[in-house]
């Protein structure tokens, strides 16, 4: 759907206070008054930042009459101000000086209040998990009004959600009351370029009435680009094209800067001509992509200086939240606006930049002081939320990491109950081991929604979900949909559902085109009326029309493919000698693999292909516990069956590390903790050491999460496509300190080199990505067939 509304929906703000405040009152008055302190209505000093001394507030002059009228505006009594009117106008309000006993002052850490008063010049306030931060961001911006620096509307505040930026508003308002009602300017990083490019967008050959494109259009457009250039989308997606793109806006890269070697990632050298098209069809279409809010306004800040001088003067404090996430376009923007004043504040964590997939660069925040040179550097170290001995697991594990800032929290909390490690034989029973523990939880009076499991990847739902469907434990994923409901999942049991009956037309209209195969719409409405006709399934009517010759051209050959492939898969599943010729799980690989949906993926290359590659991976593997197909897909039939919690809001929740940031729980669990799965074998591949910190940083976000009770566990051994492989714990699970972990083992594991759990035991595993380390850590390979101790060399 095409969106041509402004993705803030805030209009463009206009700098004079509204109508009837007292800040235009307050506008004409010279800096360095003496008698500059606001007086509520009773006579006492307050928060009324735009209400002036009723004595500095001379009377209008038609409510003097006539004769003071023609006097006052006759011979002038006072020295008259020389400077242009509009300088006048743009002058800084009259500062007022600090009050350290201010009421939005209360309850703040001595950080927390440095971090506050610390108003000019580059700040940059590297705020721990659980610090404030939130609250730091919101109290200075009162304090910089209540300080008279600058109007509302001159206060730029800059996060990465339009939720964030909403609530970071309100509790600005709630500390300033009504007259902070001007702070126009909390938005995301696109909602504020959306705002400045309607009003320059001449500048760069658009429209102001452009349109935001959403992904959906955005593909189809790359879609018809493809169509036009003859480039085969099958192997050359316009979904993997779109990433590409997405990703040189996210460096801030135009097309006529694009290096040859990057242009070689599409269609053998295309990448960049693409990318010129692309371009030149928006400007045509009046129509930008979310990359290019940033990008326009980029460069209208460096190729019209004047342009970025008003912004200059609109903007005196900038102030940005989670710093740590921002890629390159964002920090060229930032640098840019920032570049006035000097006043900008940044908030963030290095130890939590998590989103290097998708662009973030922790390099930016580790150079901030590079960047503003005698920039002031204030670390919130106060935790407010986790245990200390949660504290310690997770600074212990963070501090392996070399490319920080560094900083140490703290808590005036009780050291609470030691960070559980629990080494478990396989998936199944460490999703057994949470939901017992889940279920005393609740029974000794806690709700579920005070828990939450917190994975690597996606697939690792599936094992939990089943289970707590099975014990009646309500649950909900968060930020996608549920493992049996994802759309690779569905297409493949559409493919199984078909192979045991031939008339689920459900499945047969899932599936026929999928991949593509030319059997559009208009050929499956045909077989819908026929088959109504004679009243019959679609699998038998596509057969008759096509032997009828009635369906032709590529639509005839899909089908006609379709239908083959579907006999002799059914074949291969028959029963012979009282046995299916094919293992069912292992019948999945193979269509998958022949019907050409593996390769679909695979070509689409976009972040999100693996991730559907290894839930169908997790489905292969789940099959693999059940006799036979038809009991499988009983099994899936009944927990897709299961209402998500009846109704109740109190559920566990499911969740990703990356969806998990912000967000907190008294108990957490940790599971899957294992080498290849957490850190990520496709980080460590393709990002080495620099992969291998963030995913460490991933892990210190997991462990901050927990409030009271932080639960770690790996499993060691996974099936396999039917075969038992044993796998080593997570590096992360040693680089825990030992005094601090409570180690359970539940299977009598031994750990590699003989030693136990903690930083303090003999294991000294190493990777290859490790700094000191020199030789390639691979996984011990082997079958087993039941829960007996593991050994390792």
């Not at 997606?237 to 890269?253: E, F, V």
């Not at 460490?696 to 409030?707: F, K, S």
């Not at 750990?751 to 000294?764: K, M, V």
Request: hydrophobic share 35%.
């Amino acid at each position: 759907m095409t969106d041509s509304r402004d993705p803030s929906d805030i209009p463009f703000p206009d700098d004079e206070p509204p109508a009837g405040s007292h800040a235009s009152e307050a506008r004409g008055r010279e800096p360095g008054s003496d008698d500059d302190e606001p007086i509520s209505e009773g006579g006492a000093p307050h928060l009324g930042f735009f209400q002036l001394p009723d004595e500095e507030e001379p009377p209008l002059p038609e409510e003097r009459g006539d004769d003071a009228a023609d006097s006052h505006w006759g011979e002038p009594e006072l020295e008259v101000d020389t400077r242009p009117i509009s300088q006048r106008a743009a002058a800084p309000r009259p500062h007022r000086a600090a009050d350290p006993n201010a009421d939005y002052l209360k309850g703040l850490n001595p950080e927390q209040r440095d971090a506050v008063m610390s108003t000019d010049g580059p700040l940059l306030v590297l705020a721990g998990a659980g610090t404030g931060k939130t609250r730091v961001l919101t109290t200075r911006v009162a304090h910089i009004l209540a300080q008279r620096k600058a109007w509302p509307s001159q206060m730029l505040v800059v996060t990465f959600t339009n939720k964030a930026a909403r609530e970071m508003r309100e509790r600005t308002l709630a500390l300033i009351g009504p007259d902070g009602e001007g702070l126009r300017w909390f938005g995301t990083f696109h909602s504020v370029s959306a705002q400045i490019l309607r009003r320059h967008a001449e500048l760069v050959k658009l429209k102001s009435g452009f349109t935001v494109l959403d992904t959906d259009d955005q593909l189809r457009l790359i879609r018809q680009i493809l169509d036009a250039e003859g480039i085969d989308q099958k192997r050359w997606t316009p979904r993997y094209l779109a990433s590409l793109i997405d990703g040189w806006k996210n460096r801030a890269i135009w097309p006529e800067k694009l290096p040859p070697d990057e242009s070689r990632q599409f269609a053998e050298g295309k990448g960049g001509k693409l990318y010129t098209i692309y371009q030149a069809r928006l400007a045509t279409l009046n129509a930008v992509d979310f990359g290019d809010l940033l990008l326009h306004t980029i460069r209208i800040f460096t190729e019209h200086p004047e342009v970025l001088a008003d912004y200059h003067a609109k903007f005196r404090y900038l102030l940005v939240d989670e710093y740590q996430d921002t890629n390159v376009a964002q920090y060229l923007w930032l640098r840019l606006l920032a570049q006035g004043n000097n006043n900008i504040c940044c908030v963030g964590d290095d130890d939590q930049s998590i989103y290097g997939w998708r662009g973030a660069e922790v390099e930016n925040i580790l150079r901030f002081e590079k960047d503003f040179p005698g920039a002031k550097v204030i670390r919130l170290e106060q935790n407010y939320r986790s245990t200390a001995h949660i504290l310690a697991a997770a600074s212990t594990v963070i501090a392996q990491n070399s490319s920080r800032l560094g900083k140490t929290l703290r808590t005036d909390a009780s050291s609470g109950d030691l960070v559980k490690v629990r080494g478990v034989w396989d998936g199944e029973q460490e999703a057994r081991l949470i939901a017992d523990d889940i279920t005393s939880w609740k029974q000794s009076g806690r709700r579920y929604d005070s828990c939450a499991v917190l994975v690597r990847a996606s697939w690792q739902m599936r094992a939990f979900e089943e289970r707590f469907i099975v014990t009646g434990t309500p649950y909900r994923v968060i930020g996608g949909p549920r493992f049996f409901e994802r759309a690779e999942i569905r297409d493949a049991l559409a493919y199984l559902r078909l192979i045991r009956s031939e008339s689920d037309d459900l499945a047969f209209e899932r599936i026929v085109n999928v991949p593509k195969r030319g059997v559009g719409d208009t050929t499956i409405q045909k077989l819908h009326v026929a088959a109504r006709s004679l009243d019959t399934y679609l699998t038998r009517i596509a057969d008759m029309e096509i032997r009828a010759e009635n369906i032709k051209g590529p639509a005839k050959t899909g089908l006609r493919r379709f239908l083959i492939d579907m006999d002799r898969w059914r074949d291969m599943y028959a029963i012979k000698d009282g046995e299916h010729v094919t293992e069912h799980s292992r019948l999945l690989e193979i269509i998958l693999e022949e019907s050409g949906y593996t390769d679909m993926l695979q070509a689409d290359k976009s972040p999100q292909s693996q991730t559907r590659l290894d839930n169908l991976k997790e489905l292969v593997r789940a099959m693999g516990q059940f006799d036979t197909l038809s009991a499988f897909l009983e099994h899936v039939e009944l927990v897709m069956d299961n209402a998500e919690g009846k109704g109740s809001d109190d559920q566990v929740q499911i969740l990703t590390l990356h969806s998990a940031k912000g967000l907190e729980w008294p108990m957490v669990f940790l599971p899957g903790w294992e080498e290849e799965v957490f850190p990520s074998r496709r980080s460590l591949d393709e990002q080495g050491a620099k992969g291998l910190e963030e995913e460490r940083r991933l892990a210190y976000v997991g462990i901050t999460r927990a409030r009271e009770r932080a639960y770690i566990s790996f499993a060691a051994n996974r099936q396999i496509y039917g075969r038992w492989t044993s796998v080593l714990p997570s590096r992360f699970v040693d680089e825990l300190p030992a005094a601090h972990v409570d180690a359970v083992s539940e299977t009598g594991y031994v750990a590699p080199g003989g030693g136990f759990y903690g930083a303090d035991s003999g294991n000294t595993f190493k990777s290859r990505w490790d700094s000191d380390a020199s030789a390639t850590s691979t996984s011990a390979r082997g079958t087993s067939g039941g829960a007996s101790e593991r050994i390792t060399p």
